[in-house]
C-alpha cells in the first residue's frame, strides 16, 4: 500500500513540474502601441530613465513602471544601474 502511495506522489509531482515547463514556454506576452511607444522613446537617445520616457509619452509613473517591468520579463528592454540612476535600452 505504501508503494502505491509513494508512486502516485511521484507522479503527481512528475505531473505538476512537466505542466509548468510547458506553461512557461507556451507563455507570450502581448505588446500593445504604448509599449511599442516606450520602446521608440527609449531606442532614440539609446537609453533613457524613467523620468526621460514619462515625459515624452505622458504616461503617470505606475503604469509606466509596470510596462517596462512587462517589457523587460518579454526580453525587449533591460536596465542598467549607473551612477545610483536607472536607465532602459533596447536589448539587441
Sequence with gaps: MLYIILALIAILLIYVVFKRLISSKTSFIEIDERDKLIVDVIRRPGEAPAQKIMEETGMPKTPLYRRLKKLEKAGI????????????????
Aim: proline content about 0%.
Design 77 to 92: 528592454i533591460e536596465s542598467v544601474l549607473r551612477s545610483g540612476k536607472t536607465y532602459y535600452k533596447v536589448k539587441k
